[in-house]
């Protein structure tokens, strides 16, 4: 009984001296299973942002709705059709800087990241344009030559822009790169203006030193509401507990009859609950 007692006792004593000889290794107090685990992005999260974009504004035939009103039932609309003349030269592209937030929530399915965000942008996205004069003559029917003068202006100004947008992305460890795309909503103030003069006599001569009757129409527009739509990408990059950082980019178009393209980048930083 005593040889099995200390047999016994020398089998413990070795099993111990064996797993003593073996290394302090992470795996064995679960350390590098922590280690591995990957960032969860899912649940609400709420951050600021701020970023740098151009504006392409389309101003040709912006007026025409304008002009046309103005010279309603008039002869020179009806035979010359002034609203349809190109009183403008183009598009316009300026760039400027922009601030603001953005909020969503986010749902997860091992790696693959969806998600629903809010985010709006606070600048001076703005452009204008400016006709030269347009002078055409024509005899109308009712005999007399007429010498008709027009120009106009307009000029618009995104102070708000906001997004609501439907997110997917993958999650590489701490990195979350995503595309998203929905609807985009602007606050602009538009301010346009038409000038349409009218001189006529029984010849060219006649008309070119007879006094012109002019007509003029000015529509400004304050807090004005743009609806377009939106799409982008970017990544999210988790930094420590919920706190991460963000690289963005997105185009915005509203349509109307100022057509407004924006392309903006932008830097964040956000925390997730």
């Known amino acids: 009984m005593r040889r099995i007692v200390l047999a016994m006792m020398m089998a413990v004593a070795a099993q111990g001296a064996q797993a003593a000889d073996f290394p302090d290794l992470p795996i064995l107090r ?39 009103r103005l010279l309603a039932n008039t002869l020179v609309e009806n035979e010359m059709q002034v609203s349809q003349w190109p009183l403008y030269t183009g598009k316009t592209s300026r760039q400027n800087s922009a601030v603001g937030g953005f909020v969503g929530y986010n749902s997860q399915w091992d790696d693959v990241v969806l998600g629903l965000e809010a985010s709006y942008l606070h600048g ?39 997004t609501i947008r439907a997110r997917a992305g993958y999650a590489f460890g701490s990195f979350l790169p995503y ?61 420590i507990g919920g706190l991460f950082a963000r690289a963005e980019y997105e185009y915005v178009r509203f349509t109307g009859s100022i057509d407004t393209n924006i392309n903006t980048v932008r830097g964040g930083l956000g925390y997730r609950f």
């Open 30 to 68: 679960g350390s590098l299973r922590e280690g591995l685990r990957p960032v969860r992005w899912q649940g609400f999260y709420v951050g600021g942002q701020a970023g740098y974009g151009a504006a392409d504004m389309n101003f040709t035939g912006s007026n025409s709705a304008m002009t046309e």
């Open 124 to 162: 001076n996205f703005e452009g204008s344009s400016t006709s030269p004069t347009v002078s055409r003559f024509m005899t109308l029917s009712d005999g007399n030559v007429h010498i008709v003068d027009a120009s106009s202006s307009a000029s618009m100004q995104i102070t708000d822009m906001g």
């Open 179 to 239: 595309m998203f795309g929905g609807f985009a909503l602007g606050n602009a103030n538009i301010n346009r203006s038409v000038t349409v003069s009218d001189r006529f006599g029984a010849t060219l001569g006649a008309a070119q030193v007879a006094p012109a009757a002019t007509l003029r129409a000015n529509d400004t527009q304050g807090n004005h509401l743009l609806i377009g739509y939106s799409a982008g990408a970017g990544v999210d990059v988790n930094l």
